[in-house]
Nanobody, 120 residues
Framework: QVQLVESGGGLVQPGGSLRLSCAASGRILVIYDMDWYRQAPGKQRELVAGITRGGSTNYADSVKGRFTISRDNAKNTVSLQMNSLKPEDTAVYYC??????????????WGQGTQVTVSS
């Protein structure tokens, strides 16, 4: 069993900042890739940012230079620092992690999502 819990969502004005966090718990052996996805109303889910266990990162073109993903392997957490927020960033943000669990299975796990609304 693995649980992912996101936090940090809320309402922010354009140009503002918000930091999302995701904590993983359960029978975790190793967490490999960790990602942030988002789904805006009327749109498909999209990958926002990803980070490997070793710290390599990638970002969607729409958020490059504004968002920063990071992780703490000791605490099994991943964060997304979002700066210079735009109305088009409004979406439900989901944490995803590929996890090896005891006694030895590997699979993807999702958090429940957290709402981010960017509006005046």
């Amino acid at each position: 069993q693995v649980q992912l819990v996101e936090s940090g969502g809320g309402l922010v004005q354009p140009g503002g900042s918000l930091r999302l966090s995701c904590a993983a718990s359960g029978r975790i052996l190793v967490i490999y890739d960790m990602d942030w996805y988002r789904q805006a109303p009327g749109k498909q889910r999209e990958l926002v940012a990803g980070i490997t266990r070793g710290g390599s990162t990638n970002y969607a073109d729409s958020v490059k230079g504004r968002f920063t993903i990071s992780r703490d392997n000791a605490k099994n957490t991943v964060s997304l620092q979002m700066n210079s927020l735009k109305p088009e960033d409004t979406a439900v943000y989901y944490c995803n992690a590929r996890v090896s669990t005891w006694p030895g299975s590997v699979g993807d796990h999702w958090g429940q999502g957290t709402q981010v609304t960017v509006s005046s």
